[in-house]
């Protein structure tokens, strides 16, 4: 296909095209003329990962640029390249230190072990959670999250990795734990809410509006 069908098919104007080719986040077209190009399915896939990458995971173009760079390398394995669109995902934290900080990431690495989870020392949310139970803990809440990390484990066991296609193309892959990382992880907040609204009814007695 020439690039305007692309544009067409993928909602993407031309220009922007222009720019992921010129920035290398999308592959060059197959050079049919002097001044013309064609494209095809892999292009969609990529500017669909682009766009999920941008839209949905609000990343900036420098880390969007990582994370293509590992989908474009065939010698990374699938595991690692999905666990560089997942640090990318993850918010930056300040880390601190201090007794508080350490009993909360001594309490992060406990619950990892005890689930028998398998995840890296670097792995990014390790120090988002810590940082949470800090928090937590400061305004005396419960710090108990076992019953939060057996609700997160039976979901992506049973629901969410499977919409991941991890012997499919790469791009395809990232996209679709970018996707389901947002958009499932909204989702979940937004429940968990209405549940607490529904749960406090049911308690207090209110009757259904």
């Known amino acids: 296909m020439r690039m305007s069908q692309l ?3 993928s909602g993407i104007s031309i220009a922007t095209i222009k720019y992921y080719l010129r920035e290398g986040l999308l592959h060059q077209g197959e ?3 002097a001044t013309r190009a064609e494209y095809d399915e892999s292009h969609l896939r990529r500017l669909r990962l682009i766009r999920a990458l941008l839209e949905v995971g609000r990343l900036p173009i420098t880390s969007i640029k990582k994370v293509i760079e590992a989908v474009d390398d065939e010698n990374m394995p699938v ?11 993850s918010p930056a934290v300040e880390a601190g230190d201090g007794e508080e900080w350490t009993a909360a990431r001594e309490q992060v690495d406990h619950l990892l072990a005890e689930l028998g989870w ?18 937590i803990r ?14 997160a484990h039976q979901l992506v066991t049973e629901i969410e990795l499977d919409t991941v296609p991890l012997d499919g193309p790469r791009d395809a892959a990232v996209e679709a734990l970018v996707l389901g990382t947002v958009l499932y992880g909204r989702a979940f907040d937004a429940l968990r809410r209405l549940a607490q609204e529904s749960e406090s009814a049911r308690r207090l007695g209110v009757p259904p509006k």
């Open 79 to 89: 595991h690692d390249m999905l666990g560089t669109a997942h640090y990318a995902l």
């Open 118 to 135: 398998q995840v890296s020392r670097n792995a990014p949310p390790r120090e988002e959670l810590a940082q949470t139970l800090v928090k």
């Open 138 to 151: 400061q305004l005396g809440l419960n710090a108990d999250l076992t019953p939060y990390a057996r609700a």
């Open 31 to 33: 050079q049919v003329a």
């Open 7 to 9: 544009s067409a098919e």
